[in-house]
């Protein structure tokens, strides 16, 4: 279809998608010139999957979500670190976990709104910096409560964080996209086994968290000396009016990529002023989908988290009562007991932690090599329905833990890789004006899961009425899944609301 001509003295543009004609006014002389006209998707699509450029982008990318994932052990573990210096009961270990995790979440909401308003590279610049800075620091400080601040200020800056997913979708050829994100998800649990690993020799003597602490934020300190390699989304050069900016960009990529262009100049994007508002996302036209994807995230958290939390009872192991797999367990229980020191972990119970804590990534794998074969409705669906098959099948009477072990893992193995089908999905439904908020918005509800998790634990009490409890919570995001306005397997990313 036409779009409609602008007038500019005295002649008149009007333009389609191949051909650019101008007419006088007078209608006595008519000139038409040639020029097509190719979009954003189009040139990405045409660079070529995992390209050179690609490639440097994934693996920049690849080390901010390894920092994410040593940030998760860092958090999960300090308390029992500290306590070998600071002797914190269970209360004080738990207000380091659920306060990071709300600052967590407060930060995902604000960091997705400054990523729409002023750029992707700067809002990881910003979060990078101050995640490393803070983070660092924390190593030397001299008692809990200044821990507790700095470990806040860090917690809210890793709240932008995961707007690496949004800069990675929007530079990734649609029909690739989803397995792009998937490898950053290999990153990410790198960086969960690499810490433990680190921890297990950090708990033998010399004792020294400070050490741990510090070597944690490594990854953001090295994705930090990189940033000035990352390039800015060229999506949110054309809708911020920087069409120059956005075309240097694409010839570098095309370059990189020994990749050619599309024939004619890339179409303009409008300037949208109104971009990164938060309330966008509760406009009539997409309440449906951001109430969807608040409630499969916000299930999807409470039912892994709580799994996580009661499988040492499921496993029947005396671990459960050292209180190391899971700071928020802190809050169970006597809250005046002082924390057990790391230290006093045997080296047998450190293997037990690193192997389980492996057994939850191959689902990564199979997600990688599915994502962009099936529908993502149906995929979301039919993975929500096998999990919760999974933690069903743990009601089946038997003495043989090794049966119950391997439910209770093949049900975790499918919930980890949700997280991030969650954010490619809301990432790919809302246009480069709101991405960053409705992604910031979709981990943000992750982390309120996490920190009602243990609540709802303690609420419930019974494993088996827990079990029915996640089992259920599970079935219904994948029907919710369902549900959603778009599928967005293969969709061309919006630039701006349709409104418009």
Same mark, same amino acid.
């Given at each position: 279809?036409?779009?409609?001509?602008?007038?500019?003295?005295?002649?008149?543009?009007? !333009?389609?998608?191949?051909?650019?004609?101008?007419?006088?006014?007078?209608?006595?002389?008519?000139?038409?010139?040639?020029?097509?006209?190719?979009?954003?998707?189009?040139?990405?699509?045409?660079?070529?999957?995992?390209?050179?450029?690609?490639?440097?982008?994934?693996?920049?990318?690849?080390?901010?979500?390894? #920092?994410?994932?040593?940030?998760?052990?860092?958090?999960?573990?300090?308390?029992?670190?500290?306590?070998?210096?600071?002797?914190?009961?269970?209360?004080?270990?738990?207000?380091?976990? !659920?306060?990071?995790?709300?600052?967590?979440?407060?930060?995902?909401?604000?960091?997705?709104?400054?990523?729409? /308003?002023?750029?992707?590279?700067?809002?990881?610049?910003?979060?990078?910096?101050?995640?490393?800075?803070?983070?660092?620091?924390?190593?030397?400080?001299?008692?809990?409560?200044?821990?507790?601040?700095?470990?806040?200020?860090?917690?809210?800056?890793?709240?932008?964080?995961?707007? #690496?997913? &949004?800069?990675?979708?929007?530079? !990734?050829?649609?029909?690739?996209?989803?397995?792009?994100?998937?490898?950053?998800?290999?990153?990410?649990?790198?960086?969960?086994?690499?810490?433990?690993?680190?921890?297990?020799?950090?708990?033998? %003597?010399?004792?020294?968290?400070?050490?741990?602490?510090?070597?944690?934020?490594?990854?953001?300190?090295?994705?930090?000396?990189?940033?000035?390699?990352?390039?800015?989304?060229?999506?949110?050069?054309?809708?911020?009016?920087?069409?120059?900016?956005?075309?240097?960009?694409?010839?570098?990529? &095309?370059?990189?990529?020994?990749?050619?262009?599309?024939?004619? &100049?890339?179409?303009?994007?409008?300037?949208?002023?109104? /971009?990164?508002?938060?309330?966008? =996302?509760?406009?009539?036209?997409? =309440?449906?989908?951001?109430?969807?994807?608040?409630?499969?995230?916000?299930?999807?958290?409470?039912?892994?988290?709580?799994?996580?939390?009661?499988?040492?009872?499921?496993?029947?192991?005396?671990?459960?009562?050292?209180?190391?797999?899971?700071?928020?367990?802190?809050?169970?229980?006597?809250?005046?007991?002082?924390?057990?020191?790391? %230290?006093?972990?045997?080296?047998?119970?450190?293997?037990?932690?690193?192997?389980?804590?492996?057994?939850?990534?191959?689902?990564?794998?199979?997600?990688m090599i599915l994502v962009d074969v099936i529908n993502r409705k149906i995929f979301l669906g039919v993975s929500s329905a096998i999990c919760s098959?999974?933690?069903?099948?743990?009601?089946?009477?038997?003495?043989?833990?090794?049966?119950?072990?391997?439910?209770?893992?093949?049900?975790?193995? =499918?919930?980890?890789?949700?997280?991030?089908?969650?954010?490619?999905?809301?990432?790919? #439904?809302?246009?480069?004006?709101? /991405?960053?908020?409705?992604?910031?918005?979709?981990?943000?509800?992750?982390?309120?899961?996490?920190?009602?998790?243990?609540?709802?634990?303690?609420?419930?009490?019974?494993?088996?009425?827990? =079990?029915?409890?996640?089992?259920?919570?599970?079935?219904?995001?994948?029907?919710?899944?369902?549900?959603?306005?778009?599928?967005?397997?293969?969709?061309?990313?919006?630039?701006? %609301?349709?409104?418009?």
């Amino acid at each position: 279809m036409a779009k409609q001509g602008k007038k500019i003295k005295n002649l008149s543009f009007s !333009t389609d998608r191949s051909v650019l004609c101008i007419e006088s006014r007078d209608s006595s002389n008519h000139i038409e010139v040639s020029d097509e006209i190719f979009t954003a998707e189009e040139a990405i699509n045409g660079s070529g999957y995992l390209g050179v450029f690609q490639a440097k982008l994934i693996v920049f990318t690849g080390f901010i979500w390894m #920092a994410r994932g040593v940030d998760e052990v860092l958090v999960s573990f300090i308390g029992p670190l500290l306590s070998c210096d600071w002797k914190l009961e269970r209360w004080q270990a738990a207000v380091i976990v !659920t306060g990071s995790q709300l600052s967590s979440a407060l930060g995902c909401i604000l960091y997705g709104i400054w990523s729409d /308003r002023y750029g992707r590279r700067a809002a990881l610049s910003s979060t990078l910096i101050f995640f490393f800075v803070f983070g660092a620091v924390s190593s030397g400080l001299p008692s809990y409560t200044w821990y507790v601040i700095f470990r806040m200020v860090c917690a809210f800056a890793a709240g932008g964080l995961p707007q #690496a997913l &949004v800069l990675v979708s929007e530079f !990734t050829p649609g029909g690739k996209r989803g397995r792009a994100v998937f490898i950053l998800s290999v990153f990410w649990a790198v960086g969960i086994i690499g810490m433990i690993a680190l921890l297990y020799s950090a708990s033998e %003597p010399p004792q020294n968290w400070r050490t741990f602490v510090a070597i944690s934020s490594l990854p953001a300190c090295i994705t930090m000396l990189l940033m000035k390699f990352f390039p800015e989304s060229i999506r949110y050069l054309l809708i911020s009016n920087q069409d120059t900016a956005a075309n240097v960009i694409m010839e570098e990529m &095309v370059e990189e990529n020994k990749q050619n262009l599309p024939n004619g &100049v890339l179409e303009s994007a409008i300037d949208w002023k109104k /971009r990164g508002r938060f309330g966008y =996302l509760f406009r009539r036209s997409l =309440l449906k989908s951001t109430l969807l994807f608040c409630f499969i995230g916000l299930g999807t958290a409470v039912s892994y988290s709580g799994l996580i939390i009661m499988s040492p009872a499921i496993m029947n192991e005396e671990i459960e009562q050292l209180n190391i797999t899971n700071s928020e367990r802190n809050f169970l229980g006597n809250v005046h007991t002082v924390v057990e020191c790391l %230290p006093n972990v045997t080296s047998t119970e450190f293997i037990e932690i690193m192997w389980t804590s492996a057994l939850d990534f191959p689902g990564i794998f199979v997600y990688m090599i599915l994502v962009d074969v099936i529908n993502r409705k149906i995929f979301l669906g039919v993975s929500s329905a096998i999990c919760s098959l999974f933690i069903f099948l743990q009601y089946i009477p038997t003495p043989d833990i090794l049966v119950k072990t391997a439910f209770l893992y093949c049900s975790r193995a =499918l919930l980890i890789p949700q997280f991030d089908l969650i954010l490619l999905m809301s990432s790919e #439904a809302y246009p480069t004006t709101h /991405r960053g908020c409705i992604v910031g918005l979709c981990v943000s509800t992750f982390y309120i899961g996490f920190f009602l998790s243990p609540y709802i634990y303690q609420a419930i009490g019974r494993q088996e009425c827990l =079990l029915g409890f996640y089992g259920c919570i599970t079935l219904l995001c994948g029907i919710a899944g369902a549900f959603l306005p778009l599928e967005t397997r293969g969709l061309e990313l919006m630039e701006i %609301p349709k409104e418009k």
